[in-house]
């Protein structure tokens, strides 16, 4: 339960650094308008996550490619699975 409350609150955190215009605050007091740049505020946070993780893809490849396959990546122990 803690490590899927630290991922959403980690989401979060980069949603709002993620997210341009009016320092985070909406503005406009309509719901419709409101829960619209809410999840285009999701949508942006989701593009440059899934963009990261292209890079991180792309350079593994080449790492492969170039003969470093023989040892695991330093960027592995890093991450954390849960």
């Known amino acids: 339960m ?3 409350t630290n ?3 980690s989401f979060n955190r980069f949603s ?3 997210g341009f215009g009016n320092r985070g605050v909406i503005a406009d007091n309509d719901p419709v ?3 619209k740049a809410m999840k285009f505020n ?4 989701n593009a440059v996550i899934f ?3 292209l890079d ?10 170039v003969g470093m396959g023989d040892r ?3 960027i592995w122990p890093t991450s954390r699975r849960t």
Do not use: F, G, S, Y
Not at 42 to 45: C, E, G, I, R, S
Not at 56 to 65: D, F, K
């Open 51 to 53: 963009h990261n993780a």
């Open 72 to 74: 695991p990546p330093r």
């Open 7 to 9: 991922k959403v609150e």
């Open 2 to 4: 803690t490590a899927a």
């Open 56 to 65: 991180i893809a792309e350079i593994v490849r080449q790492l492969l490619e």
């Open 33 to 35: 308008e409101q829960e």
């Open 42 to 45: 999701a949508l942006l946070t």
């Open 16 to 18: 709002q650094w993620v």
